[in-house]
């Protein structure tokens, strides 16, 4: 029988590793997946998605979570039996044109949703960012002891959370607008800061399908192989936000038959944009569609080869 | 592929121009390109020749099944990650008739799997081809039933068997259609090949595994065909990413000539046939073969491979037009952007999320984004006043005109031009629904 030649690459570079009490993000030595090159055998980090306010959330997804959505806590412990590993909670009803969630509140939701399904939890806030500062205060103190995600930091307003993380022992979620260079730059800054590379997780910013997800699986897998190759300020584990594929018109659409059911049109979305996000490297995915993540978690434990 | 210097060392240097270049280096280049053939220079020697044709080569080779202007090409792929270069042709998707469907029962299948059509950033999406599957097990209704499909579908076909008996008589009908023979095994893969050979088809190759995918298609080479198609009989996801990639590895960078052909999956239909597809989309497949496909799992797995099929370095653009929002009427505001189609999708999302209707004009700014754009002069109030004036917005509404927030400095001057009530928009599209919402509570 004819021999290959051997195609492992020789890498010299390592992803941090980031330990959420048993639930480990990152680690990578290879290309995703490649048991011939990375050694690890760990599968991306499943993220379930719980919003404190449901005005903008979309109506087919609230759906899906049996009214269990109107509670965070509920909701997040439904994540727990559908299989997440990780709670990913967003606070847009902090924004005062909301229902003005308060940051005391939102210590008190975390907490809870920790307390109740004992899994690590990732803090988003409602994207203005004062409001958000003031979160990750209340939820970084109300949560010492025990390490969570705090987000989002940017390139103009990352102290705040990062002092915030670095004094309470959390991880900080470092966003970048789909640019190697910008994702790197922001890790610079935090590292200058004095956050430590293994409290840094990085969003690069994941376009869901048909919204440019061909620009983040590059953007992604030029993050990867440029860790791998030792680009240490590269080694973080990647978070790719998923729920972007609720948002695509021709996801959702109820308006054209022949599109064929919108229900399952919108979990191949969003799973589709999963599966991209994680061939290209992705350590961390948030999920919002219950359907979209168990067939993301399920398609993760076979490519990495446990169950 | 040959580095310039490497094809260099092999030309006469002699710069005598006759290839039509200044210097045999920049002939050298063009090869290096591949924007040149060898045979251009005249003075070369047989040695040479053979050296370069080798390394000339590309690594994996170009299969077209079908003929004509709907022909499908398959490989020819040259990289292993699409921000080095684009990858060249897309993978295809066939859908399966099976050979016992006869009179209406067939039509109606054809039927079916043409209306498997969408139209997305102004490309039609569609199955690609139909694998005429053996089921009947007799050559002559295998036959009959490839005719019978031929007669109803215009695009390429796969003859799906492993009888020998049944492929020829097939290809006795369809053989001049260069159908895809699918296919040889280990047992009768010199059969096959012969009639490959003979009808000038291509030949698909079923193997267990990556080796014995290596020695049945040096054996194909052996008897004489080379239009070869590799299924490497990947039965689950992680085989199909690992092998894929350690034969498009083993192909590009070690030049293994065995497993450069293009690769292709056979896989039923339901979810777990969507996911491996899109795993083979992702990574080095150039077909996949559906039992059948749901058009909830055709768009955006056809999305998925043109997401990935795209040149990095030639953004997606959509049509410069006027785009009705939520049905907006004579007073709803008028909004504007670039055609890249990122800006276009986001921005249209976000006035979406908003429930206020809105005219969005699409300006063709060759794909670049509101900035770029701008400081390229491609968005300047002229050109905007100018396609205002060619879709007629100003006059389906009294609505005010927003300007994107990045380009606030082309407000006055637009005022000025348009006679219409200019407002400065948001700098990020996620920003627009508030701003829309407080703009029409006022």
């Known amino acids: 029988m004819a ?14 590793e980031i330990a959420f009490g048993n639930c480990i993000a990152g680690g990578a030595d290879g290309m995703p997946f490649l048991s011939f090159e990375n050694t690890l055998k760990r599968r991306p980090i499943i993220a379930g998605e719980v919003v404190d306010d449901l005005t903008d959330y979309p109506e087919m997804a609230a759906e899906m979570f049996d009214g269990r959505q109107k509670d965070p806590v509920g909701w997040a412990n439904m994540w727990k039996e559908i299989g997440a590993d990780m709670i990913c909670i967003r606070f847009p009803g902090a924004a005062p044109d909301k229902k003005g969630t308060s940051p005391e509140d939102a210590a008190g939701i975390v907490r809870r949703i920790s307390d109740k399904t004992g899994l690590p939890v990732m803090v988003i806030g409602c994207g203005i960012a004062d409001i958000d500062n003031r979160i990750a205060e209340a939820v970084g103190g109300a949560m010492k002891g025990t390490k969570v995600i705090l987000g989002r930091t940017e390139e103009h307003e990352y102290k705040k959370i990062s002092a915030v993380s670095m004094s309470n022992g959390h991880a900080v979620l470092a966003f970048s607008n789909l640019d190697i260079n910008l994702a790197k730059q922001m890790n610079i800054l935090l590292t200058d800061f004095g956050v430590e590379r293994n409290s840094i997780t990085m969003d690069p910013l994941m376009a869901a399908l048909g919204m440019g997800l061909d620009y983040s699986y590059s953007v992604n897998e030029r993050i990867r192989l440029a860790a791998l190759s030792g680009d240490r300020m590269l080694q973080v584990p990647m978070v790719c936000d998923c729920t972007g594929a609720w948002d695509v018109a021709d996801a959702m659409s109820t308006d054209d038959p022949s599109l064929g059911d919108a229900k399952h049109r919108v979990a191949w979305w969003e799973a589709m944009t ?3 996000a994680m061939l290209s490297g992705a350590d961390i995915l948030i999920m919002r569609g219950p359907g979209a993540a168990d067939m993301t978690r399920v398609y993760a434990e076979e490519l990495t080869g446990v169950s | 592929m040959a580095t310039a210097i490497e094809f260099f060392k092999l030309l006469p240097k002699t710069n005598c121009k006759d290839c039509g270049q200044p210097t045999c280096l920049a002939f050298a280049m063009l090869l290096a390109n591949q924007k040149a053939k060898i045979d251009d220079c005249p003075h070369i020697s047989q040695e040479s020749k053979t050296a370069l044709s080798e390394s000339a080569a590309p690594p994996m080779r170009t299969v077209t099944v079908g003929t004509g202007k709907n022909a499908v090409e398959m490989g020819g792929e040259t990289v292993l990650y699409r921000h080095e270069r684009r990858f060249v042709n897309q993978t295809a998707y066939a859908l399966t008739v099976c050979d016992d469907l006869k009179g209406k029962a067939l039509s109606d299948r054809i039927e079916a ?11 039609t999406f569609a199955a690609d081809m139909i694998s005429v599957k053996n089921v009947s097990g007799d050559p002559v209704i295998f036959a009959e039933a490839a005719k019978a499909v031929f007669s109803l579908w215009k695009k390429p ?22 159908p895809l023979i699918y296919g040889a095994n280990a047992v009768n893969l010199e059969r096959m090949a012969a009639l490959a050979k003979k009808h000038g088809c291509p030949l698909g190759i079923r193997a267990d595994d990556l080796g014995s995918a290596a020695d049945l298609s040096a054996r194909a080479k052996a008897a004489g065909t080379e239009d070869l198609v590799l299924d490497l009989g990947c039965s689950g996801l992680k085989r199909c990413l690992e092998d894929h990639t350690v034969a498009r590895r083993a192909a590009v960078k070690k030049k293994f000539k065995p497993l450069g052909y293009p690769l292709m999956n056979r896989v039923g239909s339901g979810e777990y046939a969507v996911a491996m597809a899109a795993v083979s989309t992702m990574k080095y497949g150039s077909l996949v073969i559906f039992d059948n496909l749901e058009s909830y799992e055709a768009l955006p797995l056809m999305t998925l491979r043109q997401n990935i099929y795209t040149d990095p370095q030639v953004p997606i653009q959509v049509k410069q ?3 009705p929002i939520g049905n907006p009427g004579e007073h709803s505001p008028i909004m504007f952007t670039t055609n890249f189609s990122l800006t276009y999708f986001t921005v249209r999302a976000d006035i979406e999320k908003s429930r206020i209707p809105v005219w969005l004009q699409i300006v063709n700014t060759e794909g670049l984004s509101v900035l770029t754009a701008y400081a390229a002069g491609k968005f300047e109030p002229e050109k905007v006043s100018e396609v205002f004036e060619e879709s007629g917005v100003l006059s389906k509404t009294d609505g005010p005109v927003i300007v ?9 001057r637009l005022e000025e ?10 700098n990020e599209s996620k920003q627009i629904p508030k701003h829309l919402k407080e703009l029409t509570s006022q």
């Open chain 1, 3 to 16: 021999e290959i030649p051997s195609v492992k690459e020789k890498y010299t570079g390592k992803i941090e």
């Open chain 1, 274 to 276: 999963a599966l991209a």
């Open chain 2, 113 to 123: 799997i043409s209306s498997l059509s969408f139209e997305r950033v102004g490309v």
């Open chain 2, 157 to 178: 076909l796969i003859l799906e068997s492993d009888d020998v008996d049944a492929i020829e008589e097939a290809l006795e009908c369809i053989g001049k259609m260069r």
């Open chain 2, 321 to 323: 037009a006027l785009y």
């Open chain 2, 404 to 412: 994107p927030g990045l380009v606030a400095r082309m407000s006055g």
């Open chain 2, 417 to 426: 031009m348009i006679g219409r009530k200019v407002l400065v928009g948001t």
